[in-house]
């Protein structure tokens, strides 16, 4: 529990002394120089936490813009970035998959993104197969510094907390369209996904009901599974299914 309490106040303190500094690039260059004044004001109370926490997001979303994070990204949370197209894919075997997916984790998103100014969107789609709980479970919105982005994962295990497992992969795809921007993600996994996910930090403070996010899940390789969503989800809302071919738009 106190390594909990130190993390906290690492990230806090982080991110005080991340907001005190002059964020920079000019000719590949990023620059960061300290305002001992800014931080000064930050400790006295007469700049409000909130606007130091907003700054520091601001700065994050302008390293993640610049590149500067592709290393950081990839090493903490397992996020590949596409350079043709410039947007983020979380591998297949990052340390998330360990901890599954639960509503308390939505919270969490709907509470951050309400922070910064944005929103979220989620739908889920729990189905029954060979004596098995699954659920598909989709989100779109603002990812913060990584940006407009969606997602969505299989799991199975039953509530409240779900599992995940590599071996419910399928073959995916993910497009989203912002209502002015056009395409922000276009994405084909070339390999079988758990958990398909895209973001553009491109594109920044979106929010989510300007946005809509398309899922395609090829079942070939398990019909069965798919005739058993078909029968036993009790919401189809947003799918269509063309062969072994299941898509979902929201």
């Known amino acids: ?136 479970w989709a989100w779109k919105g603002d990812y913060i510094n990584l940006g407009a982005g969606a997602e969505m994962g299989i799991y199975y295990g039953g509530g409240p907390h779900w599992k995940a497992d590599r071996a419910l992969a399928f073959p995916m795809a993910l497009n989203l369209r912002h209502n002015t921007y056009g395409t922000v993600v276009n994405y084909y996994a070339t390999e079988p996904h758990w958990w398909i996910t895209g973001f553009n930090p491109q594109y920044q403070t979106v929010q989510a009901d300007d946005m809509t996010a398309v899922y395609t899940v090829d079942f070939s390789a398990n019909p069965q599974m798919l005739q058993s969503f078909k029968d036993t989800c009790d919401d189809l809302t947003g799918w269509s299914f063309n062969g072994n071919a299941a898509t979902f738009s929201f």
């Open 1 to 136: 529990m106190k390594n909990k309490y130190v993390l906290v106040v690492c990230l806090l303190v982080g991110s005080i002394f991340l907001t005190s500094c002059t964020y920079t690039t000019e000719n590949g260059v990023s620059t960061y120089t300290f305002d001992s004044y800014y931080f000064e004001s930050i400790l006295k109370g007469d700049k409000p936490i909130k606007d130091a926490c907003m700054d520091a997001v601001n700065i994050w979303k302008d390293m993640t813009r610049s590149g500067d994070l592709d290393t950081f990204l990839h090493a903490s949370l397992g996020a590949q970035k596409n350079e043709s197209l410039g947007t983020y894919h979380m591998r297949q075997d990052t340390w998330q998959r360990f901890f599954g997916y639960n509503d308390l984790y939505d919270i969490a998103f709907y509470i951050g993104t309400d922070f910064t100014g944005t929103t979220m969107d989620v739908a889920k789609f729990p189905f029954e197969h060979e004596g098995e709980d699954y659920i598909f």
